[in-house]
Structure formats: structure tokens, C-alpha cells
């Protein structure tokens, strides 16, 4: 919904302000400003110009060269995309040298070797509206070289555009939306009488209205207006209308959305001449009933939908979706009957859905206008249509319907304060609620009070919507903030913790969380070199996903291989997620896994990821068993424990699966069941002060078997240092001919502190040999020089 400053001023004199702080108050009554622009200004350099010719562009077919007379009398050439004019017409043109309202600078440049000497502008362009389709077609009888916004008589404005919710069809309208804005700012709000001049026989005698369905109908007013102008309509009505997306058409169609756009009520005008004896008549279509409606299209109807009739029952307009071409107005029309009405929302609704016919007109019925604005807008239609020379017959036909009784809701301010979380008094609220048109009554301070609905606000009818409205004339921006208080507070179960965790780890090291598919292809389980595909899904959306994961890492490989064939190498992927490892029961086993793949990486990354996992976790006694893995490298992986219980595995993958899965670099592995995990003893590691004095680091380099845990030689390690070894690191792996067959070399940098002094070299040598000597005794293993 579109509306212009200067029209908001119209029913509401005194709205002043800095239009971005108007743009904020509308925002926060719950209509918020998508968009807020100046309309008006910047057309200093844009003059009236008369087409003299057109002719085609010698290098392109998609621009034409335009002779115009820009009120020198001299022929100027400007080239042109746009091809809705003709010699004679009258255009806005931008002389070289203008700056365009949107900030474009017209210069006189080249186009496919052909000069243009300015800019002939569409009604976009100039900032009048949104319409870029031509080029803005100038009413005759204007002046070449007249400044364009002196002849439009363009003044400059603001124009607000509003987002609308659906429970608002109050603000649907100039009108509705003043209405707030003035009750927000505390001026005055009035909805002028038109004044209509009548004159003739009464319109009770040229006029008849019948409503046989009174459910659907609940009011429909008539008005009878003679000599209705034929011409286009005051150019001050078509830049308004421009300005809020509407195309100027003729004065009449002008005038009918010039109205609905002001006071939220569509109507619609028949030629008089056309409707025999001046009666229309309401009821719902017949079974297949066929209506040719105004676009020309014949349109199938059902019972559902309501139709306007002649005297002879001929259905000659849709009711509130469109009318009907046999009563269409034309140039020839002198007579009209003008109809404004209200239409059961759902009806309407659904009729213009089915038939694919939402209109301006069908989106105010949907929501629901307001019933007692009908002669209001009659006499508005009148009073402009009388401007133009228009004449009208004395009185109105009024025809009722069923209408809904008036709604009275009982308020109790201490229920409005439970809710909104204010302290407001009785007299502090009906104060906002009056000047919306809630009247209310019996508003003794600190006491419950009756407020009477408007007409205008069908959304509203229990205690909650006036509280609503309280809340939204009040200001939610100056409601404090509170936490809301409960007895049952909520809290994170140990799992959700453990994921938190996790997922916070991982991500600080730089490890991206992935997300595969539950479900794998046939052979994927085996490539990934975990043997036998898993339990097969009976009804499969597709083949490629029949199989339940046993593992995470096909996923994992896939995601690896995927990136790798596009040229990024050594990413760093994990997920948690449930896998399907099988079981003897009815149902198959179910287990949640963690897992992390670090392609280009060795197995020593999985061992020291594992370990700041498990420091991470706080795990009891976590370590690393070597041993052959399904699908990891037979020499490089090995079980992983907590506490002394294996809780999944680590390592490298084979190579073979590697090849298998088109991976060229190395890729470390580790998967941990989360659900064993959790099983483990938790030890929180004792605070222990750090020392003030130097420490020493000492690096240790060890040959030792293949089937030596490089955590029992950390293990020795910390034994035989004692309490002035601070720390024992694993930093380097390594394997060569030179060290035998199934022999490996495990490096480690020790630290050697002491709380209460600095160690000196013999005390640092003495704890180094006890380290030696103990690793080399315990696991059979060899000091490298």
C-alpha cells in the first residue's frame, strides 16, 4: 500500500515531521515502511518536447532516432528504446545536462554511432509512478519547453510504501493509515463531508436495487450521476495515482480508484443506458451461468459466486471481483449508476481465486471493508465527479442486507497490563483507543470498561485484539524487555551438552561440519572397505538410496572425493549422525557416531585430534590401542578407548579405498560412538597452579615395534618422570629400512618443572635417564642418537 505525505494531510492537517521519523512511528504501529522515497523533485532540466518524427536507427534494430521540438522551434535528435509514440505526440524529454531524480546525469553521447542529445523519459523515470513499459505519452494542449513539473503542476511530496498485513484492511486506505499516524501523534483526525450539489428528478425514481442474497450482501448504495465527463481526469488526480502504481485510464475509472484508494471502499459505474429501468439486483450465479466480463473473457460460474442482475435477471457484472462488458462505460456514456457495496469476504475471496481475478478491488473486499463508509464514498465520487461537470440526482438508494451485529468487548486493564507487561490505568488506555475509533465507556480508573468495535476493524472482536491495539497505539518499542519467569526451567539433556561441545571444538580447529545422506547407494559400504552392504530400505524413494549406513565414512569419502574433483585438496570435514551398524534384534541397532576425516593428513592428526577431544570431554584414561581396522591402513590405525573400553577408531585410510573412492591424497580417520562415549568415566582434571620458574624441554626419540601404543610409551614416560615432568607430547612419527622391519621411531618433547625453584642440568639429566631407561626396559625399545 502506497500513500503520499500531502494526502495523509488531507484528513490530517497537522502530521509533521522529519518524513524518516514518520516513517519510523508508521513501522512501529505495525505498518512498516519498505521503502520510503521523494516524489516531485529533481525534474529541474526536464521540459515538454513535441515529437516532430521517428525514424528507424541505421545499426540497430532494437532503437529508433526521435526528432523532437524541445520549444526552440529547432529539431533535436534523441535516441529511443521505446517505441509508443508518433509525430505529434508530447513527451517529457531531459535536456543534456539534467540530473535524473535517480541520480543519472544526461549527457549527450553516442549510440551505435548515432548522437542523442538527451533522454525521453517514462512516467519511472521522472519519478511519477513505476510504469517503465514506453515513454510517458503528455496530455495536448501543453507548451514545448514548458518545464515539465510546472506544466503537470508536480509539487514536490513523500511517498511511504507500507507493508499491510492481512489483519489489517483498515489500512488499506489514505484514510485508515492517517487515522493511526494522527492518533499516534496526538493531532487531529477528521473524514471531510463531501459537499454534492443535486439537482434533477430523485435518483429513487431513475433506480431500483434488490438483494436476494442478503448473506452475501450486507449494503449496497446507488448513486445516479449525469454528464459525466468523458476526457482524462485532472492532471493533479493522475500524478497521484501515479505515484501510488496506478495508471491513469479516463476520468471516470480515475475517479472510481481515486476513491478506493482514499477511503479503502472500491465501486464500480454502469452506463445507465445500459441497464434497463435503472434496476440491479443481487444473488449468487446459477449452476454453469456465463458472464463475459470486462477484459473481454467469458467466464463459467457456480453457485458459490455472486453476480450483479438487470431487471431481466441477466447477470451483468461480478459482484466485487469485476464487472461486466454489457454495461461498460464509454465515450458515448452520459448516465451512470454508481455502486458502492459490501460483499461477504470469503465469497468474494474465493471467487477471485478460482477464477484467477485478484484486483485492487478484490483485496479490500477479501479483508473486509467497512460498511458504513458506503455513502461517503458515493458522495465523494460525486464531489470530484462534479468538479469535472457532473451532475447528480438527490438522494441515495440504500439497500440492507444481513449485516453482523456490533461488537462490544469487555476490558480489564489489569488482563492488558498481564499481557503487555506495562502499568497502565483505564484512562491511560481508552486515551489511546478513542482517537482509532474504539469508543469506550464506563472508564473508571483501575475498572473494567466496555469498547465498541468500529465498523472499520472486522479483525477485531475479543479482549485480546483491543489489547492488541493498546499495545500497538501505546508503543511496543517502549514496553521494557522481561525474561519471562517459570517454575520449570529448561536445560540442555548431557547428550545436547556433549554435542555442543564437540561441535564448538572441532569448529575453533577449523574442521567443517558436513552433512551426508542417512541412506547409501549399493557397493558403498563395501568401497569404503567396511565389508557387506548394511540393511536394505523395502521401499526406497530411489535405488541410489536403499541401503542404511553402517558407518559415517562413505559419506565423509564421498564429500572428500566430491571437493577433490574440483580442485580442492586437504579439507577437513566431520559429522555427527546416526548409523545402522545391524543387530540380532526386530529393529536395527541405531547408534550416534562421531566422525572426522582430515584429508592430506596422517594418522598422527587423528591421534592428536582424539586426544584433544577426549581433554576436551574431560574422559577418563583416553588411549590408543594399535591394531588392523576394516578400511584403514593396516599399519596405521588402531582402536580408540576411554577409560580402558574401546569407543571407536582411528588412523589412516587405506590406500586402496582411496583409490577406490578417486582420493590422491592421504586422508586420516576418526570415529567415535558417542553413545559409549558417554558411558565412560568423566574426570575433571585438578586445577593445578603453574609454575613461576623456567622450565626445560627435552626431545626424546624412541624405536620401538609396530604393535608398541605410542600411548604406553607416553604412559611409561609419565611414570618415570615423576612429579617434575609437566607434560609429554607425541610430535613425530617416523618409519625407514634403516630401522628394521615393523619398526617404527616415536619422538616426544618432554617438559621438566618444578613448583618451587628452577631445575638445574643435573636434576634436568637425571629425570631425562629415568625416562630413557624405563621406556627401553619396558618395551624393549631403542634411544635414536
Same mark, same amino acid.
Not at 468474494?348 to 485478484?358: M, Q, S
Not at 538410496?545 to 565423509?556: A, F, H, K, Q, W
Not at 559429522?575 to 541397532?589: A, F, Q, S, W, Y
Given at each position: 500500500?502506497?500513500?503520499?505525505?500531502?494526502?495523509?494531510?488531507?484528513?490530517?492537517?497537522?502530521?509533521?515531521?522529519?518524513?524518516?521519523?514518520?516513517?519510523?512511528?508508521?513501522?512501529?504501529?505495525?505498518?512498516?515502511?519498505?521503502?520510503?522515497?521523494?516524489?516531485?523533485?529533481?525534474?529541474?532540466?526536464?521540459?515538454?518536447?513535441?515529437? =516532430?518524427?521517428?525514424?528507424?536507427?541505421?545499426?540497430?534494430?532494437?532503437?529508433?532516432?526521435?526528432?523532437?521540438?524541445?520549444?526552440?522551434?529547432?529539431?533535436?535528435?534523441?535516441?529511443?528504446?521505446?517505441? %509508443? $509514440?508518433?509525430?505529434?505526440?508530447?513527451?517529457?524529454?531531459?535536456?543534456?545536462?539534467?540530473?535524473?531524480?535517480?541520480?543519472?546525469?544526461?549527457?549527450?553521447?553516442?549510440?551505435?554511432?548515432?548522437?542523442?542529445?538527451?533522454?525521453?523519459?517514462?512516467?519511472?523515470?521522472?519519478?511519477?509512478?513505476? *510504469?517503465?513499459?514506453?515513454?510517458?505519452?503528455?496530455?495536448?494542449?501543453?507548451?514545448?519547453?514548458?518545464?515539465?513539473?510546472?506544466?503537470?503542476?508536480?509539487?514536490?511530496?513523500?511517498?511511504?510504501?507500507?507493508?499491510? %498485513?492481512?489483519?489489517?484492511?483498515?489500512?488499506?486506505?489514505?484514510?485508515?493509515?492517517?487515522?493511526?499516524?494522527?492518533?499516534?501523534?496526538?493531532?487531529?483526525?477528521?473524514?471531510?463531508?463531501?459537499?454534492?450539489?443535486?439537482?434533477?428528478?430523485?435518483?429513487?425514481?431513475?433506480?431500483?436495487?434488490?438483494?436476494?442474497?442478503?448473506?452475501?450482501?450486507?449494503?449496497?448504495?446507488?448513486? &445516479?450521476?449525469?454528464?459525466?465527463?468523458?476526457?482524462?481526469?485532472?492532471?493533479?488526480?493522475?500524478?497521484?495515482?501515479? /505515484?501510488?502504481?496506478?495508471?491513469?485510464?479516463?476520468?471516470?475509472?480515475?475517479?472510481? %480508484?481515486?476513491?478506493?484508494?482514499?477511503?479503502?471502499?472500491?465501486?464500480?459505474?454502469?452506463?445507465?443506458?445500459?441497464?434497463?429501468?435503472?434496476?440491479?439486483?443481487?444473488?449468487?450465479?446459477?449452476?454453469?451461468?456465463?458472464?463475459?466480463?470486462?477484459?473481454?473473457?467469458?467466464?463459467?460460474? +457456480?453457485?458459490?459466486?455472486?453476480?450483479?442482475?438487470?431487471?431481466?435477471?441477466? !447477470?451483468?457484472?461480478?459482484?466485487?471481483? $469485476?464487472?461486466?462488458?454489457?454495461?461498460?462505460?464509454?465515450? *458515448?456514456?452520459?448516465?451512470?449508476?454508481?455502486?458502492?457495496?459490501?460483499?461477504?469476504? $470469503? +465469497?468474494?475471496?474465493?471467487?477471485?481465486?478460482?477464477?484467477?481475478?485478484?484486483?485492487?478491488?478484490?483485496?479490500?473486499?477479501?479483508?473486509?471493508?467497512?460498511?458504513?463508509?458506503?455513502?461517503?464514498?458515493?458522495?465523494?465520487?460525486?464531489?470530484?465527479?462534479?468538479?469535472?461537470?457532473?451532475?447528480?440526482?438527490?438522494?441515495?438508494?440504500?439497500?440492507?442486507?444481513?449485516? /453482523?451485529?456490533?461488537?462490544?468487548?469487555?476490558?480489564?486493564?489489569?488482563?492488558?497490563?498481564?499481557? =503487555?507487561?506495562?502499568?497502565?490505568?483505564?484512562?491511560?488506555?481508552?486515551?489511546?483507543?478513542?482517537?482509532?475509533?474504539?469508543?469506550?465507556?464506563?472508564?473508571?480508573?483501575?475498572?473494567?470498561?466496555?469498547?465498541?468495535?468500529?465498523?472499520?476493524?472486522?479483525?477485531?472482536?475479543?479482549?485480546?485484539?483491543?489489547?492488541?491495539?493498546?499495545?500497538?497505539?501505546?508503543?511496543?518499542?517502549?514496553?521494557?524487555?522481561? &525474561?519471562?519467569?517459570?517454575?520449570?526451567?529448561?536445560?540442555?539433556?548431557?547428550?545436547?551438552?556433549?554435542?555442543?561441545?564437540?561441535? !564448538?571444538?572441532?569448529?575453533?580447529?577449523?574442521?567443517?561440519?558436513?552433512?551426508?545422506?542417512?541412506?547409501?547407494?549399493?557397493?558403498?559400504?563395501?568401497?569404503?572397505?567396511?565389508?557387506?552392504?548394511?540393511?536394505?530400505?523395502?521401499?526406497?524413494?530411489?535405488?541410489?538410496?536403499?541401503? $542404511?549406513?553402517?558407518?559415517?565414512?562413505?559419506?565423509?569419502?564421498?564429500?572428500?572425493?566430491? %571437493?577433490? /574433483?574440483?580442485?580442492?585438496?586437504?579439507?577437513?570435514?566431520?559429522?555427527?549422525?546416526?548409523?545402522?551398524?545391524?543387530?540380532?534384534?526386530?529393529?536395527?541397532?541405531?547408534?550416534?557416531?562421531?566422525? &572426522?576425516?582430515?584429508?592430506?593428513?596422517? /594418522?598422527?592428526?587423528?591421534?592428536?585430534?582424539?586426544?584433544? =577431544?577426549?581433554?576436551?570431554?574431560?574422559?577418563?584414561?583416553?588411549?590408543?590401542?594399535?591394531?588392523?581396522?576394516?578400511?584403514?591402513?593396516?599399519?596405521?590405525?588402531?582402536?580408540?578407548?576411554?577409560?580402558?573400553?574401546?569407543?571407536?577408531?582411528?588412523?589412516?585410510?587405506?590406500?586402496?579405498?582411496?583409490?577406490?573412492?578417486?582420493?590422491?591424497?592421504?586422508?586420516?580417520?576418526?570415529?567415535?560412538?558417542?553413545?559409549? =562415549?558417554?558411558?565412560?568415566?568423566?574426570?575433571? +582434571?585438578?586445577?593445578?597452579?603453574?609454575?613461576?620458574?623456567?622450565?626445560?624441554?627435552?626431545?626424546?626419540?624412541?624405536?620401538?615395534?609396530?604393535?608398541?601404543?605410542?600411548d604406553d610409551v607416553a604412559a611409561t614416560i609419565a611414570q618415570a618422570g615423576g612429579e617434575l615432568l609437566s607434560s609429554v607430547a607425541l610430535f613425530d612419527v617416523f618409519r625407514s629400512t634403516q630401522l628394521g622391519e615393523g619398526r617404527r621411531s616415536l619422538a616426544y618433547t618432554l617438559r621438566f618443572e618444578a613448583a618451587d625453584r628452577t631445575l638445574n642440568d643435573a636434576e634436568v639429566a637425571q629425570v631425562r635417564q629415568s625416562c630413557i631407561e624405563a621406556v627401553t626396559t619396558a618395551h624393549n625399545a631403542t634411544l635414536r642418537g
Amino acid at each position: 500500500m502506497k500513500v503520499l505525505l500531502s494526502w495523509l494531510r488531507e484528513f490530517a492537517p497537522d502530521i509533521d515531521g522529519d518524513p524518516q521519523h514518520l516513517a519510523e512511528v508508521l513501522a512501529d504501529l505495525g505498518l512498516a515502511v519498505e521503502e520510503l522515497s521523494h516524489t516531485g523533485a529533481g525534474l529541474a532540466g526536464v521540459v515538454v518536447a513535441e515529437v =516532430l518524427a521517428t525514424r528507424p536507427h541505421p545499426d540497430a534494430d532494437r532503437i529508433q532516432l526521435v526528432d523532437v521540438d524541445p520549444g526552440d522551434g529547432e529539431a533535436l535528435q534523441v535516441c529511443c528504446g521505446a517505441f %509508443n $509514440m508518433a509525430p505529434g505526440d508530447l513527451v517529457p524529454l531531459a535536456t543534456v545536462g539534467t540530473t535524473m531524480p535517480g541520480g543519472i546525469e544526461i549527457a549527450r553521447r553516442k549510440m551505435r554511432g548515432q548522437w542523442s542529445n538527451g533522454m525521453l523519459c517514462s512516467v519511472a523515470e521522472i519519478g511519477l509512478g513505476d *510504469d517503465h513499459r514506453g515513454i510517458m505519452i503528455l496530455e495536448q494542449g501543453l507548451s514545448a519547453g514548458t518545464p515539465l513539473a510546472e506544466a503537470l503542476g508536480i509539487q514536490p511530496d513523500v511517498l511511504f510504501d507500507l507493508e499491510v %498485513n492481512p489483519n489489517r484492511p483498515d489500512a488499506m486506505s489514505v484514510m485508515g493509515v492517517a487515522r493511526d499516524l494522527a492518533a499516534r501523534l496526538g493531532v487531529l483526525f477528521t473524514v471531510p463531508a463531501p459537499p454534492v450539489a443535486e439537482t434533477g428528478a430523485p435518483a429513487a425514481q431513475r433506480a431500483a436495487v434488490s438483494i436476494a442474497a442478503p448473506d452475501f450482501c450486507g449494503r449496497f448504495g446507488v448513486r &445516479v450521476l449525469d454528464n459525466v465527463p468523458s476526457g482524462a481526469s485532472p492532471r493533479w488526480m493522475a500524478n497521484r495515482l501515479l /505515484a501510488v502504481g496506478q495508471r491513469p485510464i479516463n476520468a471516470v475509472v480515475d475517479l472510481s %480508484n481515486y476513491v478506493m484508494f482514499e477511503l479503502g471502499q472500491p465501486n464500480h459505474t454502469y452506463d445507465l443506458d445500459l441497464v434497463p429501468g435503472g434496476a440491479l439486483g443481487v444473488r449468487m450465479a446459477r449452476p454453469g451461468e456465463r458472464l463475459t466480463t470486462l477484459d473481454g473473457t467469458e467466464r463459467t460460474l +457456480t453457485t458459490a459466486d455472486g453476480v450483479i442482475v438487470n431487471r431481466d435477471d441477466d !447477470a451483468i457484472g461480478l459482484a466485487g471481483v $469485476m464487472g461486466g462488458a454489457s454495461t461498460e462505460i464509454s465515450a *458515448d456514456t452520459r448516465s451512470v449508476l454508481l455502486e458502492a457495496a459490501w460483499w461477504d469476504p $470469503m +465469497t468474494i475471496a474465493r471467487t477471485a481465486r478460482r477464477l484467477g481475478l485478484r484486483s485492487e478491488a478484490s483485496a479490500r473486499f477479501e479483508r473486509g471493508v467497512d460498511p458504513d463508509i458506503i455513502p461517503t464514498a458515493l458522495d465523494r465520487f460525486a464531489e470530484l465527479a462534479g468538479a469535472l461537470g457532473a451532475t447528480t440526482s438527490p438522494g441515495m438508494i440504500d439497500a440492507a442486507g444481513n449485516r /453482523a451485529e456490533p461488537i462490544t468487548v469487555r476490558v480489564r486493564p489489569q488482563r492488558v497490563n498481564a499481557i =503487555l507487561g506495562t502499568d497502565l490505568g483505564a484512562e491511560e488506555m481508552t486515551a489511546l483507543l478513542s482517537p482509532i475509533g474504539f469508543a469506550c465507556d464506563g472508564s473508571g480508573d483501575g475498572q473494567d470498561f466496555e469498547v465498541s468495535i468500529p465498523s472499520w476493524r472486522l479483525d477485531s472482536a475479543a479482549e485480546i485484539d483491543v489489547i492488541e491495539e493498546v499495545g500497538r497505539l501505546h508503543g511496543y518499542s517502549k514496553i521494557a524487555r522481561t &525474561v519471562p519467569v517459570t517454575e520449570q526451567a529448561g536445560a540442555l539433556t548431557p547428550q545436547q551438552k556433549d554435542r555442543r561441545r564437540i561441535r !564448538a571444538l572441532l569448529c575453533g580447529m577449523g574442521i567443517t561440519e558436513a552433512m551426508s545422506l542417512p541412506f547409501l547407494a549399493p557397493g558403498d559400504v563395501a568401497r569404503a572397505g567396511l565389508g557387506d552392504d548394511g540393511i536394505t530400505v523395502a521401499n526406497p524413494l530411489v535405488a541410489e538410496e536403499s541401503i $542404511m549406513r553402517t558407518s559415517l565414512r562413505p559419506g565423509l569419502l564421498k564429500a572428500v572425493a566430491y %571437493n577433490a /574433483a574440483r580442485r580442492t585438496a586437504g579439507v577437513s570435514l566431520f559429522e555427527i549422525g546416526r548409523v545402522h551398524p545391524g543387530g540380532g534384534g526386530r529393529l536395527p541397532d541405531e547408534q550416534e557416531h562421531l566422525a &572426522v576425516i582430515l584429508a592430506g593428513r596422517e /594418522a598422527t592428526a587423528a591421534t592428536t585430534l582424539w586426544r584433544r =577431544l577426549a581433554r576436551h570431554l574431560a574422559v577418563a584414561n583416553p588411549g590408543v590401542v594399535n591394531g588392523p581396522v576394516d578400511g584403514l591402513h593396516p599399519g596405521r590405525s588402531g582402536s580408540v578407548l576411554a577409560d580402558g573400553r574401546p569407543v571407536g577408531a582411528l588412523g589412516e585410510i587405506d590406500p586402496q579405498v582411496l583409490a577406490a573412492c578417486e582420493i590422491d591424497e592421504r586422508a586420516a580417520w576418526l570415529e567415535v560412538d558417542l553413545g559409549a =562415549l558417554r558411558g565412560a568415566d568423566r574426570r575433571l +582434571t585438578p586445577y593445578r597452579a603453574p609454575s613461576r620458574y623456567p622450565s626445560s624441554d627435552v626431545d626424546l626419540a624412541f624405536t620401538v615395534a609396530d604393535e608398541v601404543s605410542a600411548d604406553d610409551v607416553a604412559a611409561t614416560i609419565a611414570q618415570a618422570g615423576g612429579e617434575l615432568l609437566s607434560s609429554v607430547a607425541l610430535f613425530d612419527v617416523f618409519r625407514s629400512t634403516q630401522l628394521g622391519e615393523g619398526r617404527r621411531s616415536l619422538a616426544y618433547t618432554l617438559r621438566f618443572e618444578a613448583a618451587d625453584r628452577t631445575l638445574n642440568d643435573a636434576e634436568v639429566a637425571q629425570v631425562r635417564q629415568s625416562c630413557i631407561e624405563a621406556v627401553t626396559t619396558a618395551h624393549n625399545a631403542t634411544l635414536r642418537g
